[in-house]
């Protein structure tokens, strides 16, 4: 009787583990697929900034000559 309780313990102590491993590796998983989201949006990010700043440098370089002959 005791050896049999036993073995049931250890089968559901197994059973446990099991799924506490796939747990962890779910976790993992999600983890890596936010990091990666995340990634891709900074990478967007960025590159709209650097569309804005060359943007607003193209306009500046227009406008600097507007208004030059108010000097005289």
């Known amino acids: ?5 036993r073995v049931q313990a250890a089968e559901r102590a197994e059973r446990d583990a099991d799924f506490a491993l796939q747990q962890a ?3 993992v998983r ?9 990634e891709l949006e900074a990478e967007a990010e960025a590159k709209a900034a650097k569309m804005k700043s060359a943007q607003a440098r193209d306009l ?5 000559p507007l208004g030059r002959h108010d000097r005289f």
């Open 30 to 38: 999600d983890a890596r697929e936010h990091v990666r989201r995340l």
């Open 60 to 64: 500046n370089r227009r406008a600097k």
């Open 1 to 5: 009787m005791a050896a049999r309780e």
């Open 25 to 27: 590796r779910n976790s």
